[in-house]
């Protein structure tokens, strides 16, 4: 057996055992490519899923803190415009209240030509307008709230809860005006008189006394309303709960 023989199986086998190992490597190219393709394309997924919720979560959080604001703003104008409603109550009945103190009345603008007597009425009739003109800024900034009043809560109920008290008041305005502007005809009927003074004075005229039993079903309106809204937030609140899958 001479070296030649020796070398070519030598050779031979060099060449397989390369080939072998080049094709090994390829295989394990191709397989941590491929890892790391499929790697890659996980992380990719992962990073896009927690994208997502994250975007969720907040859209969510804004949508939350959003309404939760909304409420609070929304709760605070109910009691703000509750107690408004009190309050006006608590002003007609001091408006149409009977009794006079000092010189209430006596502000009314006058005519050179009135007599004592007819000066006198026509102060006592007029104090209701002295009063009502006393409290012109808490009236104005009352009616100030009906269209906010209207948006928030939705509804025709809440304003007509505030045309009962402009009706009121109107009453109470026309009734005075009528009342000064009649003084010294007195006699000449009777029916006038009473449903007037009824409508300025009350408790006078009994059965025909329209305005409280108005004001009364105002502030029932005023409460059916905006009671369910202010009993709403005294209740504990959930935050909006969010989940990652």
């Not at 001479?2 to 080939?19: C, E, K, M, Q, Y």
């Not at 969720?56 to 104008?77: P, S």
């Not at 007609?92 to 103190?101: C, E, K, L, N």
């Amino acid at each position: 057996m001479t070296a030649s023989d020796l070398i070519g199986p030598a050779v031979v086998a060099a060449i397989v055992s390369g080939n072998v190992s080049t094709i090994g490597i390829l295989i394990s190219n191709r397989t941590a490519n491929r890892i790391h393709s499929e790697k890659l394309k996980s992380d990719e997924a992962l990073a896009e899923k927690k994208f997502r919720f994250d975007v969720d979560l907040a859209e969510r959080k804004f949508r939350y803190d959003q309404e939760l604001h909304d409420h609070k703003r929304r709760v605070e104008f109910g009691e703000e415009l509750l107690a408004s409603f009190y309050k006006i109550r608590d002003v007609i009945a001091a408006v149409r209240s009977p009794m006079a103190y000092g010189d209430e009345g006596a502000s009314r603008p006058r005519n050179d030509n009135e007599g004592a007597t007819s000066s006198k009425n026509k102060d006592n009739y007029y104090v209701p307008l002295e009063r009502l003109n006393k409290n012109k800024d808490f009236i104005s900034d009352f009616f100030s709230k009906r269209s906010r009043a209207r948006a928030i809560f939705r509804g025709s109920e809440i304003d007509e809860a505030f045309r009962l008290v402009n009706e009121v008041i109107v009453a109470i305005q026309v009734s005075a005006g009528m009342l000064i502007r009649a003084v010294g005809d007195e006699r000449r009927d009777h029916a006038f008189w009473q449903k007037r003074e009824a409508n300025i004075w009350d408790g006078f005229g009994d059965d025909r006394d329209e305005l409280s039993p108005k004001i009364k079903t105002a502030l029932g309106v005023a409460e059916s309303v905006l009671g369910p809204a202010l009993e709403a937030s005294s209740r504990p609140s959930n935050p909006t709960r969010v989940n990652a899958t």
